[in-house]
T-cell receptor, first 114, second 113 residues
Framework: KAGVTQTPRYLIKTRGQQVTLSCSPI?????VSWYQQTPGQGLQFLFE???????NKGNFPGRFSGRQFSNSRSEMNVSTLELGDSALYLC?????????????FGQGTRLTVV | GENVEQHPSTLSVQEGDSAVIKCTYS??????FPWYKQELGKGPQLIID?????GEKKDQRIAVTLNKTAKHFSLHITETQPEDSAVYFC????????????FGTGTSLTVIP
Protein backbone atom coordinates (compact mmCIF):
# COMPACT_ATOMS: atom_id res chain seq x y z
CA LYS A 1 0.00 0.00 0.00
CA ALA A 2 1.57 3.27 -1.11
CA GLY A 3 2.18 5.89 1.55
CA VAL A 4 1.65 9.61 1.45
CA THR A 5 3.37 11.23 -1.51
CA GLN A 6 4.46 14.84 -1.50
CA THR A 7 5.87 16.66 -4.50
CA PRO A 8 8.23 18.22 -5.07
CA ARG A 9 10.71 17.17 -2.39
CA TYR A 10 12.75 20.37 -2.63
CA LEU A 11 11.97 23.87 -3.83
CA ILE A 12 13.94 27.09 -3.97
CA LYS A 13 11.92 30.25 -4.53
CA THR A 14 12.59 33.96 -4.47
CA ARG A 15 10.97 36.30 -1.98
CA GLY A 16 7.69 37.64 -3.38
CA GLN A 17 6.99 34.61 -5.57
CA GLN A 18 4.26 32.09 -4.97
CA VAL A 19 4.49 28.32 -4.65
CA THR A 20 2.19 25.32 -4.88
CA LEU A 21 2.87 22.07 -3.06
CA SER A 22 1.09 18.80 -3.72
CA CYS A 23 0.05 15.90 -1.51
CA SER A 24 -1.43 12.56 -2.53
CA PRO A 25 -2.88 10.76 0.50
CA ILE A 26 -2.99 7.04 1.15
CA UNK A 27 -5.56 5.38 -1.08
CA UNK A 28 -8.97 5.54 0.54
CA UNK A 29 -8.03 8.31 2.98
CA UNK A 30 -10.26 11.35 2.77
CA UNK A 31 -8.60 13.75 5.20
CA VAL A 32 -5.44 15.69 4.44
CA SER A 33 -3.81 18.01 6.95
CA TRP A 34 -0.86 20.31 6.38
CA TYR A 35 1.84 21.28 8.85
CA GLN A 36 4.81 23.61 8.78
CA GLN A 37 7.98 22.43 10.54
CA THR A 38 10.76 24.84 11.48
CA PRO A 39 13.58 24.60 14.02
CA GLY A 40 12.24 27.58 15.93
CA GLN A 41 8.49 26.92 15.97
CA GLY A 42 8.39 23.14 15.63
CA LEU A 43 5.41 21.48 14.00
CA GLN A 44 2.49 23.85 13.48
CA PHE A 45 -0.91 23.05 12.01
CA LEU A 46 -1.87 24.91 8.86
CA PHE A 47 -5.22 23.44 7.83
CA GLU A 48 -7.21 20.25 7.29
CA UNK A 49 -9.33 19.27 4.33
CA UNK A 50 -11.96 16.56 4.33
CA UNK A 51 -14.17 15.73 1.37
CA UNK A 52 -13.00 18.86 -0.46
CA UNK A 53 -13.95 21.14 2.44
CA UNK A 54 -11.62 22.96 4.78
CA UNK A 55 -12.44 21.67 8.21
CA ASN A 56 -9.91 23.45 10.39
CA LYS A 57 -7.46 26.26 10.00
CA GLY A 58 -4.43 27.11 12.09
CA ASN A 59 -3.07 30.51 12.95
CA PHE A 60 -1.34 31.42 9.69
CA PRO A 61 -1.85 34.47 7.47
CA GLY A 62 -4.14 34.41 4.47
CA ARG A 63 -1.12 33.99 2.17
CA PHE A 64 -1.35 30.30 3.05
CA SER A 65 -4.22 28.55 1.34
CA GLY A 66 -5.15 25.09 0.24
CA ARG A 67 -7.66 22.96 -1.54
CA GLN A 68 -8.65 19.36 -1.95
CA PHE A 69 -9.81 17.63 -5.07
CA SER A 70 -12.46 14.97 -5.52
CA ASN A 71 -9.78 12.24 -5.51
CA SER A 72 -8.62 13.54 -2.08
CA ARG A 73 -5.35 14.90 -3.43
CA SER A 74 -4.54 18.24 -1.88
CA GLU A 75 -2.51 21.27 -2.75
CA MET A 76 -1.33 24.13 -0.62
CA ASN A 77 -0.35 27.50 -1.96
CA VAL A 78 1.78 30.20 -0.42
CA SER A 79 1.67 33.60 -2.08
CA THR A 80 4.05 36.53 -1.72
CA LEU A 81 6.74 34.37 -0.17
CA GLU A 82 8.76 35.71 2.75
CA LEU A 83 12.13 34.51 4.01
CA GLY A 84 10.40 33.21 7.13
CA ASP A 85 8.33 30.80 5.04
CA SER A 86 11.41 28.63 4.59
CA ALA A 87 10.44 25.35 6.23
CA LEU A 88 9.62 21.72 5.78
CA TYR A 89 5.96 21.42 4.77
CA LEU A 90 4.37 18.15 5.74
CA CYS A 91 1.07 16.68 4.85
CA UNK A 92 -0.71 14.02 6.87
CA UNK A 93 -3.30 11.60 5.58
CA UNK A 94 -6.15 10.15 7.63
CA UNK A 95 -8.98 7.80 6.80
CA UNK A 96 -11.58 10.05 8.39
CA UNK A 97 -11.75 13.33 10.21
CA UNK A 98 -12.06 13.17 13.94
CA UNK A 99 -9.91 13.88 16.92
CA UNK A 100 -8.83 10.29 17.45
CA UNK A 101 -7.94 9.28 13.92
CA UNK A 102 -4.47 8.03 13.05
CA UNK A 103 -2.52 10.36 10.80
CA UNK A 104 0.32 9.30 8.51
CA PHE A 105 2.84 11.83 7.26
CA GLY A 106 4.60 12.17 3.96
CA GLN A 107 8.31 12.91 3.52
CA GLY A 108 7.64 16.61 3.22
CA THR A 109 8.58 19.38 0.83
CA ARG A 110 11.61 21.41 1.82
CA LEU A 111 10.94 25.02 0.77
CA THR A 112 13.78 27.52 0.78
CA VAL A 113 12.99 31.18 0.15
CA VAL A 114 15.94 33.33 -0.89
CA GLY B 1 -5.87 26.25 22.35
CA GLU B 2 -3.95 23.24 23.54
CA ASN B 3 -0.37 23.52 24.82
CA VAL B 4 1.87 20.45 24.83
CA GLU B 5 5.18 20.46 26.67
CA GLN B 6 7.80 17.75 26.14
CA HIS B 7 10.85 16.79 28.17
CA PRO B 8 13.73 16.21 27.90
CA SER B 9 14.82 17.95 24.71
CA THR B 10 17.82 15.62 24.38
CA LEU B 11 18.39 12.15 25.77
CA SER B 12 21.39 9.84 25.48
CA VAL B 13 21.22 6.22 26.62
CA GLN B 14 23.43 3.18 26.34
CA GLU B 15 22.27 0.45 24.01
CA GLY B 16 20.02 -1.95 25.91
CA ASP B 17 18.92 0.66 28.46
CA SER B 18 15.44 2.16 28.66
CA ALA B 19 14.41 5.63 27.52
CA VAL B 20 11.48 7.65 28.85
CA ILE B 21 10.05 10.80 27.30
CA LYS B 22 7.36 12.79 29.07
CA CYS B 23 4.69 15.19 27.83
CA THR B 24 2.06 17.30 29.51
CA TYR B 25 -1.02 18.89 27.95
CA SER B 26 -3.28 21.68 29.06
CA UNK B 27 -6.73 21.05 27.60
CA UNK B 28 -8.76 18.43 29.40
CA UNK B 29 -10.83 17.98 26.21
CA UNK B 30 -7.84 16.35 24.47
CA UNK B 31 -8.59 12.70 23.86
CA UNK B 32 -5.99 11.31 21.45
CA PHE B 33 -2.24 11.21 21.97
CA PRO B 34 0.02 9.90 19.20
CA TRP B 35 3.80 9.60 19.26
CA TYR B 36 5.91 10.11 16.18
CA LYS B 37 9.51 9.23 15.34
CA GLN B 38 11.31 11.42 12.83
CA GLU B 39 14.60 10.42 11.28
CA LEU B 40 16.83 12.85 9.44
CA GLY B 41 15.40 13.84 6.09
CA LYS B 42 12.14 11.97 6.63
CA GLY B 43 8.62 12.79 7.69
CA PRO B 44 7.29 11.84 11.14
CA GLN B 45 6.37 8.18 11.49
CA LEU B 46 3.53 7.14 13.79
CA ILE B 47 4.93 4.63 16.27
CA ILE B 48 2.20 4.31 18.89
CA ASP B 49 -0.89 6.15 20.07
CA UNK B 50 -3.28 6.13 23.00
CA UNK B 51 -6.84 7.25 23.43
CA UNK B 52 -8.21 8.85 26.57
CA UNK B 53 -10.25 5.81 27.58
CA UNK B 54 -7.06 3.77 28.02
CA GLY B 55 -4.32 4.14 30.62
CA GLU B 56 -1.56 2.15 28.98
CA LYS B 57 -0.73 0.61 25.62
CA LYS B 58 2.21 -1.54 24.63
CA ASP B 59 3.66 -2.62 21.29
CA GLN B 60 6.76 -4.80 21.60
CA ARG B 61 9.53 -2.58 23.03
CA ILE B 62 7.41 0.56 23.03
CA ALA B 63 4.77 1.54 25.58
CA VAL B 64 2.77 4.67 26.28
CA THR B 65 1.05 5.60 29.53
CA LEU B 66 -1.62 8.25 30.06
CA ASN B 67 -2.66 9.97 33.27
CA LYS B 68 -5.74 12.06 32.48
CA THR B 69 -6.02 13.50 35.96
CA ALA B 70 -2.50 14.89 35.85
CA LYS B 71 -2.72 15.60 32.11
CA HIS B 72 0.50 13.86 31.22
CA PHE B 73 1.55 10.98 29.03
CA SER B 74 4.86 9.23 28.55
CA LEU B 75 6.69 7.12 25.99
CA HIS B 76 8.78 4.22 27.22
CA ILE B 77 11.28 2.43 24.99
CA THR B 78 12.92 -0.66 26.45
CA GLU B 79 16.04 -2.50 25.27
CA THR B 80 17.05 0.45 23.12
CA GLN B 81 18.93 -0.14 19.89
CA PRO B 82 21.03 2.24 17.75
CA GLU B 83 18.22 2.38 15.17
CA ASP B 84 15.99 3.95 17.84
CA SER B 85 18.12 7.11 17.53
CA ALA B 86 15.84 9.82 16.14
CA VAL B 87 13.70 12.78 17.20
CA TYR B 88 10.49 11.80 18.95
CA PHE B 89 7.41 14.03 19.09
CA CYS B 90 4.35 13.71 21.26
CA UNK B 91 1.07 15.24 20.17
CA UNK B 92 -2.47 15.80 21.38
CA UNK B 93 -5.75 16.45 19.65
CA UNK B 94 -8.91 17.91 21.11
CA UNK B 95 -12.16 15.99 20.95
CA UNK B 96 -14.43 17.19 18.16
CA UNK B 97 -11.80 19.41 16.61
CA UNK B 98 -10.86 17.22 13.67
CA UNK B 99 -7.39 16.06 12.81
CA UNK B 100 -5.57 19.03 14.29
CA UNK B 101 -2.57 17.95 16.33
CA UNK B 102 -0.70 20.05 18.84
CA PHE B 103 2.90 18.85 18.95
CA GLY B 104 5.54 18.91 21.64
CA THR B 105 8.92 20.40 20.80
CA GLY B 106 10.62 17.05 20.29
CA THR B 107 13.20 14.88 22.03
CA SER B 108 16.42 13.98 20.26
CA LEU B 109 17.25 10.45 21.38
CA THR B 110 20.74 9.05 20.87
CA VAL B 111 21.40 5.39 21.60
CA ILE B 112 25.11 4.78 22.16
CA PRO B 113 26.32 1.37 20.95
Amino acid sequence: KAGVTQTPRYLIKTRGQQVTLSCSPISGHRSVSWYQQTPGQGLQFLFEYFSETQRNKGNFPGRFSGRQFSNSRSEMNVSTLELGDSALYLCASSLLTGSDTEAFFGQGTRLTVV
Amino acid sequence: GENVEQHPSTLSVQEGDSAVIKCTYSDSASNYFPWYKQELGKGPQLIIDIRSNVGEKKDQRIAVTLNKTAKHFSLHITETQPEDSAVYFCAASIGGAGNQFYFGTGTSLTVIP
